[in-house]
């Protein structure tokens, strides 16, 4: 089974950061490219970023892009998404996803590129 378990949520100040990771299990995880979204409620899910099979190209939304960070770990099987100067409005659930999007902007931002998902990990920005 493809398994993807996201962690590192939490509660954080506004100007805060966070860490998040998604450990990924029964597939070749070399061979996929990683997307992050986030959806807060009542609102559609949000592209954040992608990162290619190798980590070495990586594409990231104009809301979050400077601010928050992609990168992974073949060997452990994980990707990890740092998340500075965090705002209220950064507030949301955060899954992580694998697929083989074309890369290309219309594609890495769809939801359908990624066939297999998280449970996500909730984020929350307030003081």
């Known amino acids: 089974d493809v398994q993807l378990q996201a962690s590192g949520g939490g509660l954080v100040q506004p100007g805060g950061s966070l860490r998040l990771s998604c450990a990924a299990s029964?597939?070749?995880?070399?061979?996929?490219?990683i997307g992050w979204f986030r959806q807060a409620p009542a609102e559609a899910r949000e592209f954040l970023a992608a990162?290619?099979?190798?980590?070495?190209?990586?594409y990231y939304a104009d809301s979050v892009r400077g601010r928050f960070f992609a990168s992974r770990d073949n060997a452990k099987n994980t990707v990890s998404l740092q998340l500075n100067s965090l705002k209220s409005e950064d507030t949301a659930a955060y899954y992580c996803a694998a697929g083989t999007p074309v890369w290309l902007q219309a594609d890495l931002s769809r939801t359908t590129s990624y066939p297999s998902w998280g449970q996500g990990t909730q984020v929350t920005v307030s003081s």
């Open positions: 990162i290619k099979w190798n980590g070495g190209i990586k």
């Open positions: 029964g597939f070749t995880f070399d061979e996929y490219s």
